[in-house]
């Protein structure tokens, strides 16, 4: 998800999406702007990189405590990042071979996806009075697998929010107070990523209090 316009650097996109993640604006240190300048030299789209810290946020969201920020660093999301870059690169190097395209494994987007349907069928159950408002999401979902980041975040963000509103009040209420994080400084913040900021807190504390999974 690019947080800022088109004509913006790789690297301001990405240190954008990593302080909305993060949750506070605090600029990089000196190890993390040199980390960001070696990603950027690899010349990998922007999405691979945000794929992995978002991977990194979320798996690190469910045992921060109240107030902490997500991750203290974007060092903290090297080893994501670098995974997703080398499967980036392996698929870029298979693409030429018809063999290797019908034998791949499938993508982060994709297994995703698939988890996440057959999570939303255990919510069903566990939940019977969710139930039709999560089986017609779930069909929904199942004619379009995505094939990019963008598209799964936003397929993510429909099924948090649309979940959210069918829980009772009082569930609700508490989901909101648990992604409820205290941003020590935005300064350095767009207003787009603090508005991503928020929705990314809310959604993994739905998806938590749910157990429609993690990274």
Not at 60 to 89: F, H, N, T
Not at 160 to 178: D, Q, S, T, Y
């Amino acid at each position: 998800m690019s947080l800022l316009p088109e004509s913006a650097s790789f690297e301001e996109r990405v240190h954008d999406y990593f302080l909305a993640l993060r949750g506070s604006g605090l600029m990089l240190s000196a190890l993390d702007t040199e980390l960001l300048s070696a990603w950027a030299g690899q010349a990998v789209p922007f999405e691979v990189v945000a794929r992995g810290i978002s991977r990194s946020a979320e798996k690190a969201m469910w045992d921060a405590r109240p107030g902490e920020p997500v991750l203290r660093s974007l060092r903290a999301c090297r080893r994501q990042v670098e995974a997703e870059i080398k499967k980036y690169r392996e698929r870029m190097a298979g693409a030429g071979s018809e063999g290797k395209r019908s034998a791949r494994t499938r993508s982060w987007e994709e297994t995703r996806h698939a988890q996440l349907l057959a999570s939303m069928e255990r919510l069903a159950e566990s939940r019977p009075e969710l139930a039709p408002r999560v089986h017609r999401l779930r069909e929904a979902l199942a004619q379009r697998v995505p094939q990019d980041f963008t598209t799964m975040e936003t397929q993510e963000a429909l099924v948090g929010l649309v979940l959210l509103r069918a829980l009772p009040w009082p569930e609700r209420r508490e989901l909101w107070r648990k992604a409820r994080g205290v941003d020590s400084d935005t300064r350095f913040m767009s207003g787009r990523a603090r508005r991503l900021s928020r929705r990314f807190r809310l959604l993994v504390a739905v998806r938590r209090h749910l157990g429609l999974g993690e990274a």
